[in-house]
């Protein structure tokens, strides 16, 4: 977004808000000022002010620094406006009719535009409107009964395992902190961070900031474990690199969904790594065989 807020190509960047993120700010206010702020004579008007008051730069800053607050009133885009994008939103995403109208307003306008709408996790089904964390990636069901299939009985998943084994651990030593981007029920770690929330540490879909940042804890004395999906530790190859093994910092990364993973898709197959992590000085692995 920084790139594109400096070379100004016609591009259109969509944020799908889905109340876990931004704002809330949803309503027939903010329906009509997406209207405006999207319509073509909002666009006029403004490029045109834009050209009379270049000659004037205290008044086109005056004019400029007006036109942020009036709209930092009822949206949450001066940080995208700072970047070069044209905001325009919230706007309600299930209101199909208006998000269409919004949509081809917007094919007409030049240079980087941003648009925020608002959706619901799960709407349309009841049971994933009222848990959606649990009907994130679901197997199959029958969606007129509306429950999700139990598991069946057997041995408890590496994730149960894990889970149990941090809050032994954290139990007795205070130092150790686990650390997770955004996989808190994925990785098993929800009753540690209810039990040691001083301890956890979730930093959100960031792979490579839980990397340096356990990296950091382990400079600090802590004992650090990252809990983290193989796929997604990909994503923090270089940190892996530079800022643990190279140091050789003590960090331990309990690595899930290693191999093959099935249910969770392709995106999700942790394949390479073996492959990635034995060809790194000093990083020992150890995998569970059954």
């Not at 009841?126 to 598991?151: Q, T």
């Not at 530790?233 to 800022?243: F, N, P, S, T, V």
Request: net charge negative; charged share 20%.
């Amino acid at each position: 977004m920084n790139h594109a807020g400096d070379i100004k190509p016609d591009m259109l960047v969509i944020l799908n808000d889905n109340e876990m993120s931004i704002s809330e700010n949803v309503g027939a206010l903010n329906n009509r000022l997406a209207q405006i702020l999207s319509g073509k004579t909002y666009a006029r008007l403004r490029e045109g002010s834009k050209r009379v008051l270049t000659s004037l730069p205290p008044i086109k800053e005056l004019v400029r620094r007006t036109e942020e607050h009036l709209k930092g009133m009822v949206v949450p885009g001066t940080l995208f406006e700072e970047l070069g994008f044209n905001y325009i939103g919230p706007v309600d995403g299930h209101d199909v009719l208006t998000l269409v109208n919004t949509l081809s307003n917007m094919r007409s306008l030049k240079g980087p535009q941003f648009l925020h709408i608002m959706t619901k996790k799960g709407k349309g089904y009841a049971p994933a409107e009222e848990d959606p964390i649990a009907w994130h990636a679901v197997p199959k069901f029958d969606p007129a009964i509306g429950e999700l299939p139990k598991s069946a009985e057997g041995l408890p998943s590496y994730s149960k395992i894990f889970g149990n084994w941090l809050c032994e651990m954290a139990a007795d030593d205070p130092k150790l902190m686990a650390i997770t981007p955004a996989m808190r029920e994925g990785s098993g770690m929800v009753a540690f961070s209810r039990e040691f929330p001083k301890q956890y540490f979730d930093v959100a879909i960031a792979e490579q900031h839980a990397v340096t940042f356990a990296a950091g804890m382990a400079i600090g004395g802590y004992k650090p474990i990252v809990a983290i999906y193989s796929t997604f530790l990909q994503r923090a190859y270089d940190q892996l690199i530079h800022d643990v093994a190279i140091q050789k910092l003590p960090v331990l990364f309990a690595i899930d969904r290693g191999g093959i993973v099935g249910a969770d898709g392709q995106t999700h197959q942790g394949a390479f790594d073996l492959a990635y992590l034995r060809c790194v000085p000093d990083i020992g692995d150890h995998d569970p065989q059954r």
